[in-house]
């Protein structure tokens, strides 16, 4: 990975869905699932390069295979009247406002996000929102409460799941940041935190256990009013 982000566009989309084919086919009779976007948005160049109708037309096809990508994005136009069968599952990341201005810049508002995920489950899309990352503070609770009951209000009728991420990184990332946004407002103060190692042999700065004890407590119960706690997938 590049310190600085950016966007690798593949041309060789019949190769890779027939790569993809075989993965699902070595792994009969399990459902495959295939993530789109682990390391870049790809919703934001679909008027360009097609890809995502390319692959949503493909996995709807496939018996055993699955498609599933997120997006800060909004521009679904092209991608709500396709045959998807069910199987791309599009999931959309919010945050409160304050989050978005801060640190989102030159993505949609969130009321414009709140109305893609609506689009979306109409057009039967199974949908889900995560919200990352969460910067838990006093000032920003109420903001977090805000947000739910907007989710909630406008789309509590829709099977929607829920990932929900806190704040954390890793000593690599801070530098990395600093070195390339030195006037960043972003909170990296070792001292808020507590060192944790995960499960890929590094370790990261998460909130304290008390914050993240009451940081879980309040998604759960707050997502809870609105919806079916199956369809929290984590909050973490």
């Keep these: 990975m590049a310190k600085r982000p950016y966007i690798k566009i593949y041309a060789n989309s019949e190769e890779i869905f027939s790569k993809a084919d075989e993965y699902i086919k070595s792994r009969l009779p399990e459902i495959t699932i295939f993530e789109g976007a682990a390391t870049s948005d790809p919703l934001a160049l679909e008027p360009y390069t097609h890809v ?122 801070k530098n990395n940041i600093l070195e390339i946004f030195p006037n960043t407002l972003l909170p990296m103060n070792e001292k808020d935190r507590t060192f944790k190692f995960g499960q890929f042999g590094y370790g990261k700065y998460v909130y304290p256990k008390e914050t993240f004890t009451e940081y879980k407590e309040f998604f759960s119960q707050e997502l809870s009013n609105y919806f079916n706690n199956e369809k929290i997938l984590y909050i973490i």
């Design 52 to 173: 995502l109708e390319d692959a949503i037309l493909h996995f709807a096809k496939t018996k055993q295979g699955r498609f599933r990508f997120v997006s800060k994005y909004a521009d679904v136009n092209s991608l709500l009247t396709l045959e998807h069968n069910n199987h791309t599952e599009i999931r959309l990341s919010l945050n409160i406002d304050a989050v978005i201005n801060a640190y989102e810049h030159r993505t949609p508002p969130l009321a414009k996000r709140l109305d893609t995920l609506k689009q979306l489950a109409e057009a039967g899309y199974p949908t889900g929102i995560i919200i990352a990352p969460v910067f838990w503070t006093k000032e920003n609770k109420p903001k977090y409460k805000a947000l739910i009951e907007q989710i909630g209000i406008l789309l509590g009728k829709y099977p929607i799941t829920f990932e929900i991420i806190s704040h954390r990184y890793t000593a690599a990332a």
